[in-house]
């Protein structure tokens, strides 16, 4: 039988079981110290290191200064001065939009343009209408003989009034009782005294209030009988009704057109007796230094003649003149030449507002019309503001606007521009806020003054209202205090260790924060600049 050999390549079961127990040895071994490691965390103080993420840190020695509460707001750059541009009176079609949104344009220079040339048309129109009603208004007045017998009937008082002057005077005369020089003084008396009347007559607050009560009881009058003139099919009450308020309607016209035309006729009676009294002083001065008795008397025979004559005449006249009232069609006349009026001044007005122009140099907003639309009076058109008259507004919940007041100042800040500062000013704090999402909101005016430096409507601005001061407070950086669900903390350097302490902040005023607890002077912390720290 053969010797047995050992198998090269093969492992007896001793020297398995051997390598097995060495294997579970070592893994207990490297668990044993892992746990170990661990358990020794446990027990020993936390100590953090910077985190992998954080690509920079800087360490901070606490402070102790003055700090000032700031309350930071957010806000925006608005234009002081805004307008929305209408035409006021001028209805038509827009020929032509000259400016766009954005655009700077100078105080005068045109924005939107009118068809002129159909306002021209409208405009000749109406005032063809309105030269053809007065024409006809001519011919039924003069038909009605009213105008004519009123002017006869002041011109019959003057002429009498005249004639007793002429007739006095030259009774006077011959009775001797009166100088030519005493005359000569009560003429100039006489003189004085018409125009003292003339004066008085022109600025009359009475016979102005008068013409206007008769206008406001014509007025109501005619709008009386207006519905009844609409009735399609009328009963026999409406149209007895309708005609008593026609003819109340015609009376007041009436009442109005004599009293508008009495009032003229005594200003000019008035003016004819200065006239007159100015004549007769001229009259008594040649006189008297003619020296001729003869002369003067018949000047006084020949003034009673002439007064006596033109009396005549005017009986004469209004002798032959109709005695008839004053007609339906002679009212409605004096209606249509009132109406074509109104709308004659309105058109001319509509065709001197064909052009919108800017009121001040500024910028375009928005156009909110388009060419070739046809607009009303009152329509807007454009919006437009003063690009040099800025302000900020700053928004401000409920909760902080009891802590603003008007003129308190503010530092301003834009992202546009970092590193400068402007001083601005609070205005008004509005009473009455907007409700939005959940929260109440007061938009606060913030003026101040950009000097050289360009801003634009819709900036976004920064606004800090100091609102009141610490002295020898401990202070560190904002961006030195974390926070977590347990509260406020620092990253505390002690040599080469940190620590997490546990603070209780104070006041800020955005850059620095007051400690209240937790720190003392001198103390160093470290700032996250990318992060918060976290443990290694």
Sequence with gaps: MDEERPTIGRISPRRLALLVGLVVLSGLAILGRAFYRELGNLFAPQTYVQSQDIAE????????????????????VQAKREAKLVFQVAEGRILNIVVSPGQQVQAGETLVELD???????????????????????????????????KLQEELRQARASLDQAQRDLLAYKSGQDTPQARRTRAAVTLANFKSDLAALRTSKERQAQLEQLLVTSNEAEVKHGPYVLIQKPSEQDLDTELILRNDMLDKREALDQGRL?????????????????????????????????????????????????????????AALDEAALDVDVAKGQAAVFKLEGQAADADAALAETQLVA???????????EAGTTISPGTEVV??????????VARVTDMDVAQLQAGQQAQLTFDAFPGQTFDGQLGDIPALGTYENGMTWFDVAVAFEAGEQSLWVGMGANVNVPLFRKEDVLIVPTMAVQSDEEGSFVILVQGRRTERRRVEAGISDGVNIEIVEGLEKGDVVRIPLLGPIGPK
Excluded at 57 to 76: E, N
């Design 383 to 392: 919006t437009m503001f003063s690009a040099s008259d800025l302000r900020v």
């Design 359 to 369: 009121p001040f140099a500024g910028v375009i907003d928005q156009i909110k019309v």
């Design 116 to 150: 002129r040339a159909a306002l021209e048309r409208d405009l000749a129109k109406v005032r063809g209408e309105l030269q053809e009603a007065r024409r006809e208004l001519e011919t039924l007045t003069e038909k009605a003989g009213l105008t004519k017998r009123i």
């Design 57 to 76: 840190t800087q360490d901070v020695r606490v402070q102790v200064g003055p700090l000032t509460k700031v309350l930071r707001l957010a806000g925006v």
């Design 262 to 318: 009495q009032y003229e006729m005594d200003i000019r009676a008035a003016e004819q007796q200065v006239a007159l009294a100015q004549r007769d002083l001229r009259n008594l001065e040649r006189g008297i230094a003619a020296g001729s008795h003869t002369v003067e008397n018949m000047r006084y025979e020949a003034a009673v003649k002439v007064a006596a004559a033109r009396v005549q005449q005017i009986l004469a006249q209004l």
